[in-house]
Nanobody, 127 residues
Framework: QAQVVESGGGSVNIGESLKLTCTMS????????IGWFRQAPGKDREGISC????????IYSDSVKGRFTVSKDNSRNVVTLQMDNLRPEDTGVYYC????????????????????WGRGTQVTVSS
């Protein structure tokens, strides 16, 4: 059973960058699609990006498009999320998740496309 763990969160100032890493155990990144979600205090968990098994499809929510970049490194068995030009509204707990066998790329920002979830990593952006 593939499991994932997030790392790389922290506290930064507005306009700075962070790179999150999603590390897989019990499986291979080149066999699974991966999604990134975030949850701000008092809000629902929001899908922000996904990357397909082949890494040819990379999808972003409007809230992060042009600022965040998702990548897959099969040799290290990780997926990364490079976050640039961070804003206070990017503050929250960030999660990566493993796509289910019925995963549909077009629906990849929806929570029901994912099975195993990490425990999350906190990102705080101060103005």
């Amino acid at each position: 059973q593939a499991q994932v763990v997030e790392s790389g969160g922290g506290s930064v100032n507005i306009g700075e960058s962070l790179k999150l890493t999603c590390t897989m155990s019990g499986g291979r990144m080149d066999s699974h699609p991966i999604g990134w979600f975030r949850q701000a205090p008092g809000k629902d968990r929001e899908g922000i990006s996904c990357i397909s098994i082949s890494a040819l499809a990379r999808i972003y929510s409007d809230s992060v498009k042009g600022r965040f970049t998702v990548s897959k490194d099969n040799s290290r068995n990780v997926v990364t999320l490079q976050m640039d030009n961070l804003r206070p509204e990017d503050t929250g707990v960030y999660y990566c998740a493993v796509g289910t066998p019925w995963f549909v790329t077009a629906d990849c920002l929806m929570r029901n496309q994912y099975g195993a979830w990490g425990r999350g990593t906190q990102v705080t952006v101060s103005s």
